[in-house]
């Protein structure tokens, strides 16, 4: 019986009610600011890095700091920009394709998307009554053909490319700035650069690993190992700038 104790249907029940999964943390622009985060925290690091191997000065980080933040913010903006729009373009053009289609080769189509349907696991008859019904209603039966046989979504359901890309340009800024921050706040109490290099590195890892539970939180992984990772990337790109650095002060000769 269906509701015998110990029963595989009751017992699964009983398992998918004390594990519910995560549910992922959705936002229209969440996975902009966190990416473009992490992207800016890691350039910025890396190049204070590589300068203070260099033994450059506070006003040399500061300056080459904000300058390549803010050139690397309006270009990762732009490509985002572009990439947004382009994609809405095609997904455009791909929905005048797939109405032609539907117009010109109706049975067609409803076919493909019959198949699709059983592919996924349903019955040939609720396929059917599916693909019927959505036959009715032109606009509904076109968005359904594009996103079964080509994946893409209607254009008017895509981010707006220019938000996509304004975001993208203040979570750059405003992450970039965690490394630049600590010689700004140690200014007025130390003179020494070393000290003002250490405190960029606390506040990059406290950056990367806050951004790195924001990634785990969005996709549902582990808060522990996606901030480890995120730190281990950040060191990484951050020793190896420094040892380009010290290689061209110390080896090479490269003098300021």
């Not at 929905?95 to 539907?102: G, I, K």
């Not at 706040?185 to 539970?213: E, M, Q, R, W, Y």
Request: proline share 3%; aromatic share 10%.
């Amino acid at each position: 019986m269906a509701d015998e104790k110990g029963s595989p249907l009751l017992d699964g029940e009983i398992m998918e009610k004390r594990e519910r999964p995560k549910r992922p943390w959705n936002g229209e622009f969440v996975k902009s600011i966190v990416y473009a985060g992490l992207d800016s925290i890691v350039t910025s690091f890396s190049l204070i890095s590589s300068i203070s191997a260099g033994r450059l000065s506070s006003v040399d980080v500061l300056v080459l700091g904000f300058a390549n933040l803010i050139a690397d913010g309006i270009s990762m903006a732009f490509g985002d920009y572009v990439s947004s729009s382009t994609e809405r373009d095609v997904a455009a053009k791909e929905r005048l394709v797939t109405r032609w289609e539907v117009n010109n080769h109706q049975r067609l189509q409803q076919q493909e998307l019959l198949q699709h349907y059983e592919e996924l696991g349903m019955s040939f008859n609720d396929a059917t009554t599916i693909v019927n019904i959505f036959s009715k209603y032109s606009d509904i039966f076109v968005d359904e053909n594009m996103a079964a046989e080509k994946g893409i979504l209607p254009p008017e359901q895509m981010d707006k490319p220019w938000k996509n890309g304004l975001v993208t340009f203040v979570a750059f800024l405003v992450f970039g700035c965690a490394p630049i921050l600590a010689f700004i706040i140690l200014i007025p109490f130390t003179h020494n650069d070393t000290i003002k290099f250490i405190g960029a590195c606390v506040l990059s890892a406290l950056a990367l690993a806050f951004l790195g539970i924001a990634k785990a939180k969005i996709a549902g992984q582990n808060y522990a190992l996606s901030a480890a990772i995120t730190l281990l990337n950040g060191a990484l790109a951050g020793a190896a700038a420094y040892a380009v650095g010290w290689t061209l002060r110390n080896v090479a000769g490269l003098e300021g």
